[in-house]
């Protein structure tokens, strides 16, 4: 007999033959969709006007003339046009299963039909626990000490946590170092730390960072020297004062530029010999190298003091040490995520680690080499308009027409309405497009596809 009503409840034939149903009915709809289309000319009209009825509404024009449907197929979204386009940037970085997986919208049942639409720091539903316990220990497996999760709604939250937790420690210190052309999210606080004038223009100053140039592969010791020198220059003038350092180790929103272990370490050095925490900012970069965590990857687990982890984990979180615990008050919110995002986070999250999408020889490594041997192709094609390709795994950027602002927005603008949903990054002039595909659902031949219609579009411009 069923211990409590839950139990009953969860294992009820008629919800597992809904489900079941479910399921089907998905299949048999989503497999539809097997390709890049144009959209249903009679629909142009009602979807141009509900494009301007949302541009309206929300206070500005959307970047892409995207309103999804509800429905896709794997790398594959359908628009309410009836168009298709392969999504190569999902939602920046979020929709690692691509659209309409069984196995995700399964799980999100799970939560939509458990007791309320939200969780929260106050009531947590047994769901929570589990998915602490696997971000917990699949962050400490190589010896790291991040054992504790704080979940939050979003990216900018968790690294807002992380910041509050590390001034709380190292008080009275009161400034933090990041890098050059970092991003950290978009609230008050982190406006001041992401490196980006026009993301904090007209703003009252928050924080007080002092930036470090970030890694360069073509001056792998000067730009290590020129780093170190840096943030001794900034500690000399500003003694004691440094709480943090917040590493966004993989840049992300600048065009996917990707640090380096042995300079990491060298400025690790300095933070330790200063009493300066080490935040690693994995927002955009979990789950999209070869470990889960990208601190993982450059073997810095022995000195995280704290990891901000978002998008791809479906719900965000703040991980610390044990010598990190915030003191009680510092930290909560109403909100922890949706019963259906938490849901969704755990078989997310247990399907990267069980699925065969890590390690050397993993399905994200394989998808890299063939992206980058396919655009490699095409840049010697078309020497003069793409440059690259850059990143790591899943994080893939190129630059088209020298990086050239405008150009490069017209060019992922082309390529949208030709079938491809990238995304601009960085800025002039060193623009670069980059591309943040759904790993669990792409194949090969996606990334064949999708390299034609880069390919045509190019030729398309000038
Ligand atoms: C490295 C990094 N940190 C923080 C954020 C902020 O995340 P969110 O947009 O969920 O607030 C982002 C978002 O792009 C990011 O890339």
């Known amino acids: 007999m069923a211990k409590t009503v839950a139990d009953g409840f969860f294992n009820d034939p008629r919800l597992v033959e ?12 989503s497999s539809k969709i097997t390709g890049v289309k144009p959209g249903n000319p009679e629909l142009k009209e009602s979807y141009d006007a509900l494009l301007k009825k949302m541009a309206d509404y929300r206070g500005g024009a959307l970047f892409y003339n995207y309103l999804g449907s509800g429905i896709g197929n794997g790398p594959f979204v359908e628009l309410a046009d009836g168009s298709v386009k392969y999504d190569f940037i999902t939602g920046i970085g979020v929709h690692y299963m691509g659209h309409s997986h069984p196995g995700v919208i399964n799980a999100q049942i799970n939560g939509a039909i458990s007791n309320t639409v939200m ?7 047994t769901d929570t626990a589990a998915l602490l316990e696997l971000i917990s220990k699949e962050a400490c497996k190589y010896g ?23 001034f709380q420690k190292r008080f009275p210190a009161n400034r933090f170092f990041a890098f050059e052309k970092c991003f950290a999210g978009r609230t008050l606080g982190m406006a001041w730390v992401t490196d980006k004038a026009a993301y904090r223009q007209g703003l009252p100053k928050t924080l007080d960072v002092d930036y ?33 350092f917040v590493m966004e180790v993989i840049q992300g929103e600048n065009g996917s530029w990707v640090g380096n272990t042995e300079y990491f370490e060298a400025l690790i050095k300095v933070c330790k010999d200063n009493n300066i925490s080490v935040f690693i900012d994995e927002v ?43 003191k009680p008050g510092l930290m909560s919110q109403t909100f922890t995520g949706s ?34 041997s396919n655009l490699e192709k095409i840049s010697k094609k078309h020497p003069e308009k793409l440059k ?75």
């Open 18 to 29: 809904a489900k079941k149903l479910i399921t089907e009915a998905l299949g048999e709809h």
């Open 284 to 326: 955009q970069s979990f789950a999209r190298t070869s470990e889960l965590f990208a601190f993982q990857y450059f073997k810095l687990d022995k000195h995280a003091d704290v990891v901000a982890v978002g998008k791809n984990s479906q719900v965000c979180a703040t991980l610390f040490t044990d010598d990190h615990k915030p």
């Open 212 to 244: 470090i140039p970030f890694y360069c592969e073509s001056d792998h010791q000067g730009s290590i020297d020129l780093a170190v020198n840096a943030m001794k220059k900034y500690i000399t003038r500003f003694p004691g004062q440094h709480a943090g």
């Open 119 to 125: 969780n929260g720091h106050l009531q947590q539903n």
């Open 144 to 166: 790291s000490a991040v054992k504790n999760v704080f979940l939050s709604t979003s990216g900018a939250m968790a690294n807002e946590n992380a910041f509050k937790i590390i």
């Open 388 to 462: 690259g390709p850059f990143g790591i795994g899943a994080m893939v950027a190129m630059s088209v027409f020298n990086g050239d602002e405008a150009k490069s927005k017209a060019f992922t603008i082309k390529l949208f309405e030709n079938g491809v949903l990238s995304f601009m990054a960085g800025g002039h002039p060193t623009t670069r497009v980059r591309f943040l595909m759904p790993v669990m659902v792409t194949e090969e031949k996606h990334i064949d596809e999708v390299c034609e219609i880069i390919d045509k579009t190019l030729s398309e411009m000038n």
């Open 339 to 372: 019963a259906a995002q938490i849901a969704a986070s755990y078989y997310v999250i247990h399907s990267i680690v069980n699925g065969g999408y890590l390690g050397e020889n993993g399905k994200i490594q394989k998808l890299h080499a063939k992206f980058k």
